[in-house]
């Protein structure tokens, strides 16, 4: 699974117009299933996004984890993280996972994020979403299992 993670003053996601989500201080995370995926990397992925040190300590050092701070997560499925840009002026999805295998593997995330985490909202998978954020920083990482 591939997590890009961006630090976030604050992030929405919007569909036909209605907010659907919204975090203040936290993490945006855009999540790409692909076809080897199953549960242990959805797992480790979620471990990973929740304690990875991104956010600044006393000393403005980057120590603490989402986890540390409290602060919002904000799911959000984007099947082109999956693509293979290599070759070529258009990308393949050759290595995306299918639809429906997606689609478990992303509410599985959602549900086992709910389940550690007080501040959990997504996207809607599949929709067309608005994404909307202030990247604190920037900083930004791509996160992979």
Known sequence: MIGLIQRVKHASVAVDGEVIGQIDQGLLALVGVQKHDDQASADKLLKRMLSYRVFA?????????LSDIGGGLLLVSQFTLAADTQKGARPSFSSAASPDLGHELFEYVVNQARAQHPVVETGRFGADM????????????????
């Open 57 to 65: 300590d006393a000393e403005d050092k980057m120590n603490l984890s």
């Open 130 to 145: 608005q994404v909307s954020l202030l990247n604190d920083g920037p900083v930004t990482f791509w996160l992979e299992t």
